[in-house]
């Protein structure tokens, strides 16, 4: 489901952490594959952060998105951070 602005959320049952990682990879993999071509901008990248957070007993809604958030943005400053 869309979650707010280019962000996207996704929830899985019966998928552990490694598992999602493992979908997550192969996604962003075969992604990269696909040419994308826009008529005013040419040809472009797209690419693709993202967190998991796997549901404890204690979680509620909002600290499952916390740390999938909070994942996400690692991985992108850490994209950042190679770029420069």
Same mark, same amino acid.
């Given at each position: 489901?869309r979650?707010g602005?280019?962000?996207f959320?996704a929830?899985i049952?019966?998928?552990d952490?490694?598992?999602? =990682?493992e979908r =997550? +990879?192969?996604?962003?993999? *075969? =992604? #990269?594959k696909?040419?994308?071509v @826009?008529?005013?901008?040419?040809? =472009?990248?797209?690419?693709v @952060? #993202?967190g998991?957070a796997?549901a404890?007993? +204690?979680d509620t809604?909002d600290?499952?998105?916390?740390?999938a958030?909070? +994942?996400?943005?690692k991985?992108? *400053?850490a994209?950042k951070?190679s770029q420069?």
């Open positions: 489901a979650y602005g280019d962000e959320a929830i049952e019966r998928m952490r490694p598992m999602a =990682l =997550l +990879e192969a996604f962003k993999k *075969n =992604l #990269s696909i040419r994308f @826009s008529h005013k901008k040419g040809e =472009l990248r797209i690419t @952060s #993202s998991v796997e404890t007993g +204690e809604p600290t499952i998105v916390e740390r958030d909070e +994942e996400m943005y991985e992108k *400053n994209k951070k420069t």
